[in-house]
Protein backbone atom coordinates (compact mmCIF):
# COMPACT_ATOMS: atom_id res chain seq x y z
CA UNK A 1 0.00 0.00 0.00
CA UNK A 2 0.74 3.70 -0.50
CA UNK A 3 2.49 5.18 2.35
CA UNK A 4 1.38 8.51 1.81
CA UNK A 5 -2.12 7.15 2.69
CA UNK A 6 -3.55 8.68 6.11
CA UNK A 7 -5.64 7.27 8.38
CA UNK A 8 -8.10 9.28 10.55
CA UNK A 9 -9.71 7.56 13.83
CA UNK A 10 -12.65 8.91 15.94
CA UNK A 11 -11.88 7.41 19.27
CA UNK A 12 -14.20 5.57 21.41
CA UNK A 13 -14.98 3.08 24.03
CA UNK A 14 -16.55 0.44 21.94
CA UNK A 15 -17.42 1.67 18.17
CA UNK A 16 -14.30 3.53 16.55
CA UNK A 17 -14.65 6.06 13.33
CA UNK A 18 -12.46 5.28 10.91
CA UNK A 19 -11.41 6.97 7.78
CA UNK A 20 -8.69 6.32 5.13
CA UNK A 21 -7.72 9.36 2.09
CA UNK A 22 -5.13 9.05 -0.30
CA UNK A 23 -2.38 10.64 -1.33
CA UNK A 24 -4.29 13.32 -2.88
CA UNK A 25 -6.68 13.84 0.15
CA UNK A 26 -9.84 11.58 -1.51
CA UNK A 27 -11.80 10.15 1.33
CA UNK A 28 -11.65 6.10 0.50
CA UNK A 29 -13.31 4.97 3.50
CA UNK A 30 -15.58 6.44 6.59
CA UNK A 31 -17.03 4.45 8.86
CA UNK A 32 -17.96 2.72 11.90
CA UNK A 33 -15.98 -0.12 13.24
CA UNK A 34 -15.36 -1.96 16.44
CA UNK A 35 -11.80 -2.31 18.01
CA UNK A 36 -11.48 -5.83 16.00
CA UNK A 37 -12.28 -3.98 12.70
CA UNK A 38 -10.06 -1.09 13.38
CA UNK A 39 -6.85 -3.41 13.60
CA UNK A 40 -7.36 -5.07 10.71
CA UNK A 41 -7.87 -1.96 8.45
CA UNK A 42 -5.20 -0.35 9.52
CA UNK A 43 -2.80 -3.78 9.33
CA UNK A 44 -3.85 -3.15 5.65
CA UNK A 45 -2.08 0.49 5.07
CA UNK A 46 1.61 -0.35 6.64
CA UNK A 47 3.70 2.90 7.22
CA UNK A 48 0.68 5.11 6.92
CA UNK A 49 0.13 8.59 8.83
CA UNK A 50 -2.22 8.08 11.41
CA UNK A 51 -3.83 11.32 13.48
CA UNK A 52 -6.27 10.75 16.51
CA UNK A 53 -7.66 13.17 18.51
CA UNK A 54 -5.44 13.85 22.06
CA UNK A 55 -8.34 11.71 24.21
CA UNK A 56 -9.03 9.24 26.79
CA UNK A 57 -7.16 6.21 25.21
CA UNK A 58 -5.45 7.92 22.26
CA UNK A 59 -1.61 7.41 24.12
CA UNK A 60 -2.88 3.90 24.26
CA UNK A 61 -3.53 3.46 20.91
CA UNK A 62 -0.85 5.67 19.26
CA UNK A 63 1.95 3.26 21.43
CA UNK A 64 0.16 0.63 19.67
CA UNK A 65 0.47 1.87 16.14
CA UNK A 66 4.08 3.09 16.53
CA UNK A 67 5.35 -0.50 17.32
CA UNK A 68 3.72 -1.20 14.05
CA UNK A 69 5.85 0.93 12.01
CA UNK A 70 2.58 3.84 11.81
CA UNK A 71 3.74 7.66 12.27
CA UNK A 72 1.38 8.62 14.73
CA UNK A 73 0.09 11.88 15.85
CA UNK A 74 -2.62 13.48 18.06
CA UNK A 75 -4.39 16.76 17.96
CA UNK A 76 -5.90 18.43 20.81
CA UNK A 77 -9.23 18.10 20.62
CA UNK A 78 -10.05 22.21 20.60
CA UNK A 79 -8.33 21.97 17.41
CA UNK A 80 -10.03 19.40 15.86
CA UNK A 81 -13.16 21.20 16.71
CA UNK A 82 -12.21 24.33 14.60
CA UNK A 83 -11.78 22.20 11.73
CA UNK A 84 -15.64 21.15 11.89
CA UNK A 85 -18.21 21.33 9.29
CA UNK A 86 -21.50 21.13 9.90
CA UNK A 87 -22.95 18.76 13.26
CA UNK A 88 -21.08 17.32 15.58
CA UNK A 89 -20.85 13.39 14.90
CA UNK A 90 -18.56 10.98 13.84
CA UNK A 91 -17.95 10.95 10.57
CA UNK A 92 -17.60 15.29 11.04
CA UNK A 93 -14.69 14.21 13.64
CA UNK A 94 -12.71 12.21 11.51
CA UNK A 95 -13.16 14.43 8.52
CA UNK A 96 -12.22 17.25 10.76
CA UNK A 97 -9.17 15.10 12.50
CA UNK A 98 -7.89 15.00 8.72
CA UNK A 99 -8.25 18.59 7.71
CA UNK A 100 -6.10 19.45 10.99
CA UNK A 101 -3.89 17.27 9.96
CA UNK A 102 -3.21 19.11 6.92
CA UNK A 103 -1.81 22.36 8.69
CA UNK A 104 1.33 23.00 9.84
CA UNK A 105 0.44 25.43 12.41
CA UNK A 106 -1.34 22.61 14.62
CA UNK A 107 1.03 21.05 17.25
CA UNK A 108 0.81 17.52 18.30
CA UNK A 109 0.36 16.31 21.84
CA UNK A 110 3.58 14.03 22.67
CA UNK A 111 2.77 10.42 22.77
CA UNK A 112 3.35 9.52 26.42
CA UNK A 113 5.28 6.47 27.53
CA UNK A 114 3.91 3.57 29.83
CA UNK A 115 6.13 5.20 32.52
CA UNK A 116 5.02 8.83 31.82
CA UNK A 117 1.11 7.64 31.83
CA UNK A 118 1.66 5.45 34.86
CA UNK A 119 2.67 9.05 36.88
CA UNK A 120 -0.04 10.72 35.55
CA UNK A 121 -2.03 7.96 36.46
CA UNK A 122 -1.41 8.54 39.84
CA UNK A 123 -1.69 12.48 39.96
CA UNK A 124 -4.96 11.96 38.47
CA UNK A 125 -5.65 9.43 40.99
CA UNK A 126 -4.52 11.89 44.32
CA UNK A 127 -6.35 14.85 42.52
CA UNK A 128 -9.99 12.79 42.68
CA UNK A 129 -9.19 12.04 46.49
CA UNK A 130 -8.32 15.70 47.22
CA UNK A 131 -11.85 16.80 45.37
CA UNK A 132 -13.12 13.80 47.61
CA UNK A 133 -11.83 14.65 50.64
CA UNK A 134 -12.38 18.19 50.30
CA UNK A 135 -16.19 17.92 49.84
CA UNK A 136 -16.63 15.40 52.87
CA UNK A 137 -14.58 18.36 54.73
CA UNK A 138 -16.57 20.70 53.44
CA UNK A 139 -20.02 18.42 54.27
CA UNK A 140 -18.92 18.28 57.59
CA UNK A 141 -18.84 22.20 57.78
CA UNK A 142 -22.06 22.71 56.47
CA UNK A 143 -23.59 19.91 58.85
CA UNK A 144 -22.23 21.15 61.74
CA UNK A 145 -22.63 24.99 61.11
CA UNK A 146 -26.72 23.70 60.99
CA UNK A 147 -26.60 23.08 64.85
CA UNK A 148 -23.84 26.35 65.76
CA UNK A 149 -20.77 24.56 65.34
CA UNK A 150 -17.95 26.15 63.28
CA UNK A 151 -14.84 24.80 62.38
CA UNK A 152 -11.52 26.96 61.19
CA UNK A 153 -10.35 26.16 57.48
CA UNK A 154 -8.22 23.51 57.19
CA UNK A 155 -7.97 19.70 56.97
CA UNK A 156 -5.62 19.30 59.84
CA UNK A 157 -7.77 21.53 62.31
CA UNK A 158 -11.17 19.95 61.24
CA UNK A 159 -9.57 16.61 61.56
CA UNK A 160 -8.27 17.86 65.22
CA UNK A 161 -11.34 19.39 66.59
CA UNK A 162 -14.12 17.01 65.24
CA UNK A 163 -13.33 14.17 67.93
CA UNK A 164 -13.65 17.09 70.47
CA UNK A 165 -17.05 18.17 68.91
CA UNK A 166 -18.47 14.87 68.89
CA UNK A 167 -17.01 14.08 72.69
CA UNK A 168 -18.85 17.29 74.15
CA UNK A 169 -22.00 16.68 75.63
CA UNK A 170 -22.74 20.21 76.28
CA UNK A 171 -23.07 21.41 72.51
CA UNK A 172 -26.38 21.36 70.34
CA UNK A 173 -25.80 18.42 68.78
CA UNK A 174 -28.45 15.74 68.47
CA UNK A 175 -27.79 11.62 68.42
CA UNK A 176 -28.67 11.72 65.17
CA UNK A 177 -26.15 14.38 64.09
CA UNK A 178 -23.81 12.77 66.48
CA UNK A 179 -23.85 9.16 64.16
CA UNK A 180 -24.17 11.27 60.85
CA UNK A 181 -21.12 13.02 61.54
CA UNK A 182 -18.85 10.44 63.13
CA UNK A 183 -19.58 8.54 59.74
CA UNK A 184 -18.21 11.34 58.13
CA UNK A 185 -15.09 11.26 60.30
CA UNK A 186 -14.70 7.98 59.27
CA UNK A 187 -15.00 8.90 55.57
CA UNK A 188 -12.49 11.55 55.93
CA UNK A 189 -10.07 9.48 57.70
CA UNK A 190 -9.83 7.07 55.31
CA UNK A 191 -9.88 9.01 52.25
CA UNK A 192 -7.24 11.02 53.71
CA UNK A 193 -5.17 8.03 54.10
CA UNK A 194 -5.34 7.20 50.83
CA UNK A 195 -4.74 10.73 49.53
CA UNK A 196 -1.04 10.42 51.52
CA UNK A 197 -0.85 6.96 50.37
CA UNK A 198 -0.59 8.23 46.57
CA UNK A 199 1.24 11.00 47.78
CA UNK A 200 3.70 8.85 48.79
CA UNK A 201 3.51 7.17 45.66
CA UNK A 202 4.55 10.09 43.08
CA UNK A 203 6.78 10.42 45.58
CA UNK A 204 8.54 7.28 44.91
CA UNK A 205 8.34 7.37 41.57
CA UNK A 206 9.77 10.75 41.59
CA UNK A 207 12.89 9.62 43.70
CA UNK A 208 13.52 6.92 41.18
CA UNK A 209 13.23 8.64 37.61
CA UNK A 210 16.54 10.36 36.46
CA UNK A 211 14.53 12.96 34.34
CA UNK A 212 12.65 13.83 37.97
CA UNK A 213 15.55 14.23 39.82
CA UNK A 214 17.25 16.69 37.73
CA UNK A 215 14.57 18.53 37.87
CA UNK A 216 14.24 18.85 40.90
CA UNK A 217 17.23 20.60 41.51
CA UNK A 218 15.33 23.40 40.25
CA UNK A 219 14.24 26.27 42.46
CA UNK A 220 10.58 25.76 43.55
CA UNK A 221 10.16 22.28 41.80
CA UNK A 222 9.97 19.60 44.08
CA UNK A 223 9.21 15.97 43.41
CA UNK A 224 5.39 16.53 43.19
CA UNK A 225 5.49 19.16 40.06
CA UNK A 226 9.03 17.58 38.44
CA UNK A 227 6.87 14.10 38.25
CA UNK A 228 4.02 16.11 36.29
CA UNK A 229 6.33 17.66 34.40
CA UNK A 230 7.73 14.61 33.15
CA UNK A 231 4.90 12.99 32.79
CA UNK A 232 3.36 16.12 30.69
CA UNK A 233 6.94 16.86 28.29
CA UNK A 234 8.78 12.99 28.33
CA UNK A 235 12.27 14.55 27.34
CA UNK A 236 11.07 17.75 25.33
CA UNK A 237 10.63 15.89 22.08
CA UNK A 238 6.95 17.23 21.22
CA UNK A 239 8.17 21.06 21.70
CA UNK A 240 10.51 22.58 19.38
CA UNK A 241 11.54 25.60 22.29
CA UNK A 242 10.74 25.99 25.73
CA UNK A 243 8.05 28.88 24.48
CA UNK A 244 5.90 26.54 23.40
CA UNK A 245 6.03 24.67 26.75
CA UNK A 246 4.75 27.79 28.49
CA UNK A 247 2.32 28.40 25.59
CA UNK A 248 1.17 25.23 26.04
CA UNK A 249 0.22 25.86 29.73
CA UNK A 250 -0.81 29.03 29.31
CA UNK A 251 1.65 30.91 30.98
CA UNK A 252 2.40 33.36 27.88
CA UNK A 253 0.38 36.77 27.66
CA UNK A 254 -2.55 36.86 25.30
CA UNK A 255 -2.76 39.23 23.28
CA UNK A 256 -5.32 41.16 20.19
CA UNK A 257 -4.95 43.68 17.94
CA UNK A 258 -6.46 45.16 14.43
CA UNK A 259 -4.85 47.54 12.27
CA UNK A 260 -1.25 47.01 13.43
CA UNK A 261 -2.43 48.05 16.40
CA UNK A 262 -1.25 45.15 19.44
CA UNK A 263 -2.87 44.99 22.71
CA UNK A 264 -1.19 42.66 25.42
CA UNK A 265 -3.47 41.32 28.18
CA UNK A 266 -2.99 38.63 30.99
CA UNK A 267 -1.91 35.16 30.39
CA UNK A 268 -3.76 33.13 28.33
CA UNK A 269 -4.45 29.96 31.41
CA UNK A 270 -5.09 27.57 28.79
CA UNK A 271 -3.69 23.91 28.98
CA UNK A 272 -2.98 22.38 31.76
CA UNK A 273 -4.51 23.90 34.57
CA UNK A 274 -3.37 21.59 37.03
CA UNK A 275 0.29 21.68 35.90
CA UNK A 276 -0.07 25.92 35.56
CA UNK A 277 -1.37 26.08 39.39
CA UNK A 278 1.67 24.07 40.61
CA UNK A 279 4.24 25.83 38.80
CA UNK A 280 2.75 29.12 39.97
CA UNK A 281 2.71 27.70 43.23
CA UNK A 282 6.75 26.51 43.19
CA UNK A 283 7.21 30.08 41.64
CA UNK A 284 5.41 31.87 44.58
CA UNK A 285 7.55 30.17 46.89
CA UNK A 286 11.17 30.85 45.42
CA UNK A 287 9.88 34.61 44.82
CA UNK A 288 8.84 34.68 48.61
CA UNK A 289 12.22 33.27 49.68
CA UNK A 290 14.50 35.38 47.78
CA UNK A 291 15.71 37.86 50.56
CA UNK A 292 19.28 39.35 49.55
CA UNK A 293 20.60 36.34 47.72
CA UNK A 294 22.65 36.48 44.59
CA UNK A 295 22.05 34.15 42.07
CA UNK A 296 21.30 35.03 38.96
CA UNK A 297 17.50 33.82 39.25
CA UNK A 298 17.28 35.85 42.32
CA UNK A 299 18.83 38.95 40.84
CA UNK A 300 16.26 38.91 37.95
CA UNK A 301 13.51 38.44 40.79
CA UNK A 302 14.55 41.37 42.49
CA UNK A 303 14.64 43.37 39.37
CA UNK A 304 11.05 42.28 38.01
CA UNK A 305 9.59 43.08 41.74
CA UNK A 306 11.63 46.45 41.50
CA UNK A 307 8.94 47.00 38.27
CA UNK A 308 6.28 44.49 38.85
CA UNK A 309 4.04 43.41 41.42
CA UNK A 310 4.14 40.23 42.99
CA UNK A 311 1.71 38.24 41.13
CA UNK A 312 2.92 39.47 38.00
CA UNK A 313 6.50 38.61 38.88
CA UNK A 314 4.96 35.15 40.16
CA UNK A 315 3.74 34.16 36.75
CA UNK A 316 7.30 35.43 34.82
CA UNK A 317 8.97 33.23 37.33
CA UNK A 318 6.55 30.45 36.31
CA UNK A 319 6.83 30.98 32.81
CA UNK A 320 10.52 30.73 33.67
CA UNK A 321 10.63 27.39 35.30
CA UNK A 322 8.62 26.04 32.68
CA UNK A 323 11.63 26.94 29.80
CA UNK A 324 13.99 26.02 32.59
CA UNK A 325 12.42 22.51 32.73
CA UNK A 326 11.93 21.60 29.00
CA UNK A 327 16.07 22.93 28.56
CA UNK A 328 17.10 20.09 31.23
CA UNK A 329 14.69 17.48 29.75
CA UNK A 330 15.58 18.00 26.30
CA UNK A 331 19.08 18.29 27.02
CA UNK A 332 19.36 15.71 29.70
CA UNK A 333 22.06 17.72 31.27
CA UNK A 334 21.49 18.56 35.03
CA UNK A 335 20.32 21.98 36.08
CA UNK A 336 22.94 25.21 36.11
CA UNK A 337 21.75 29.07 37.11
CA UNK A 338 22.15 29.70 33.47
CA UNK A 339 19.74 28.02 32.29
CA UNK A 340 17.22 30.53 34.22
CA UNK A 341 18.53 33.25 32.21
Known amino acids: M?????????????????AVFNQAGKSKLNKSVSAKKLKEIVDQYPHAKIYMEACGSAHYWARLFQEQGHFVGLIPAQVVARYRQGNKNDKNDAIAIFEASKSEQVK???????????????????????KARNQIANRIRG????????????????????????EDAENSLTPLARKVLNSLQSQLTEINELYDESSKDIQVQSQNNAHCKRLQKVPGIGWLIASMLYAKLGQGDGFEKGRDVSAMLGLVPSHSGTGGKI???????????????????GARAVVSKI???????????????????????????????????????????????????
Open 2 to 18: DKNTTITIDLAKEVFQI
Open 108 to 130: LVAIRTLEQQDIALMHTLREGYK
Open 143 to 166: FAFEYGICFPVGIAKLKKQLPEVL
Open 263 to 281: KIGSITKKGDTYIRAQLVN
Open 291 to 341: RDKQDELSCWIRGLLGRKSFNTTVVAVANKLARVAFAILKSGEPYKPTFAK
